[in-house]
């Protein structure tokens, strides 16, 4: 079985280590260097100063997998050795009507993923939101029986985890499945099947893939009352036997929140219950949060106004640096915890992608990525890289 560490071990054993020609005998220098003629058209980016610790995501859109944005795919080969696909994977997309599924852009992501040597994750399959209403209902309207919608929440889970079987390595299997205080959140899954439909999307993902990881994700879930419902729904889990193997902090952040004590708890936490730890979304927004939608939930959304839109034209060099040193103090926490922690995923390749231009608030220019709009390194990617020398 393949795992986010197994990739990490494949991604330091095929490294070109300059540092190797420093101590060798002169009789191989010729060799080591034609090694590194053939090495030389790797180059070398983010993913690369985390190699041994974690692996370095990016979600991508259809820009990328299908390549209309030129410059996207070499500058993620060279940055990033895991993929998410942003949307393509969503139950909306993926299967849109009902027994009509559509894998040609998830397709495409994953042969640029399998070609590029990538640990390629799958998001998601059992989720509240972007799933179509007829999912819910039967022919004529009504809603479903419990039964009849185990059926079909088995044969999505069936058919997308089969489809990708081998190739997805670690699917994100129930997604945002617990409400701010830490009960169940009120869904259709929830109404309809009871409780148990998150042990239920375990057991059909596992039967589809029994080689895969399978992982519970949702945001906020660093907060206290929040990440108790989450424990509690794993250790539901794990009294089952029902195989569990790591959580997502979506990581969707703020300049000053969360504060970094309850993210560096929280790792803690999600670790010694045995599970892998992975930063599945990370952003850090720079932008005024109006405090009624903070968090991910898409369904919410804030009127615009100018005064909440403060940076049409750039960043400051003040907030820029803001950015840099929250991002520094990020990548130590998860550095200390580079045992429990496998992944962490950016949400968007850079700036100009992010969802965080849009969201709370549509029309908004947000900065929350290590990359700008032409890709070019902030000096947030700076600090971040810093930090990973430190600790060599
Ligand atoms: O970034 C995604 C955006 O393009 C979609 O419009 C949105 C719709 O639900 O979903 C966004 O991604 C979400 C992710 O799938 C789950 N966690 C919250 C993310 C941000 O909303």
């Known amino acids: 079985m393949s795992s986010p560490s197994d990739a990490k071990h494949t991604l330091i054993n095929n490294r070109c280590d300059k540092k190797m020609t420093k101590t060798v005998l002169p009789a191989t220098i010729i060799f080591l260097m034609l090694l590194a003629s053939s090495c030389s058209n790797k180059e070398t980016g983010l993913k690369d100063a985390f190699e041994g610790d974690f692996l370095i995501g990016t979600s991508l859109d259809a820009r990328q997998i299908l390549g209309t944005d030129k410059e996207a795919q070499s500058f993620i080969v060279k940055n990033f050795n895991s993929i998410t696909a942003e949307n393509a994977m969503k139950w909306e997309n993926i299967h849109p009507y009902p027994g009509k599924y559509d894998f040609a852009l998830a397709d495409s992501m994953v042969s640029f993923g399998q070609k590029n040597g990538m640990f390629i994750a799958g998001h998601t399959l059992v989720w509240h939101s972007q799933t179509p209403d007829w999912v819910f209902q039967d022919s004529v309207g009504a809603p479903l029986t419990r039964d009849a919608l185990i059926e079909r929440m088995k044969d999505h889970i069936s058919t997308v985890v089969g489809h990708f079987k081998g190739k ?25 099947i009871g409780e148990d439909y998150i042990q239920l999307a375990f057991e059909f993902a596992f ?10 994700n949702d945001y906020n879930n660093e907060f206290t009352d929040k990440r108790e419902g989450v424990i509690a729904v794993i250790n539901k889990l794990q009294q089952k036997g029902v195989k569990i193997d790591g959580v997502g902090i979506q990581g969707h952040w ?87 922690v496998t992944r962490v995923t950016f949400w968007g390749v850079n700036d100009g992608y992010s969802w965080k231009n849009d969201w709370p608030i549509k029309g908004r220019t947000n900065y929350p990525l290590l990359f700008d709009r032409n890709y070019k390194p902030k000096p947030a990617y700076y600090a971040v890289i810093k930090e990973a020398e430190k600790q060599r």
């Open 207 to 216: 039967t589809a893939d029994p080689g895969a990881e399978f992982y519970y």
């Open 168 to 192: 997805v390595k670690g699917w994100d299997v129930v997604n945002e499945a617990v409400d701010e205080d830490g009960s169940l959140r009120k869904t259709k899954w929830l109404e309809i």
């Open 254 to 340: 703020h300049l000053d929140s969360p504060d970094l004590n309850v993210i560096d708890e929280s790792i803690s936490k999600y670790a010694s219950l045995g599970l892998k730890v992975m930063i599945t979304e990370m952003e850090v927004n720079v932008l005024p949060t109006p405090p009624e939608v903070y968090g991910a939930d898409v369904s919410q959304q804030a009127k615009y106004l100018e005064s909440l839109n403060p940076y049409p034209g750039g960043l400051p060099d003040s907030v820029s640096n803001l950015l840099a040193q929250r991002y520094a103090d990020l990548f130590s926490i998860l550095l200390k915890h580079k045992d429990a």
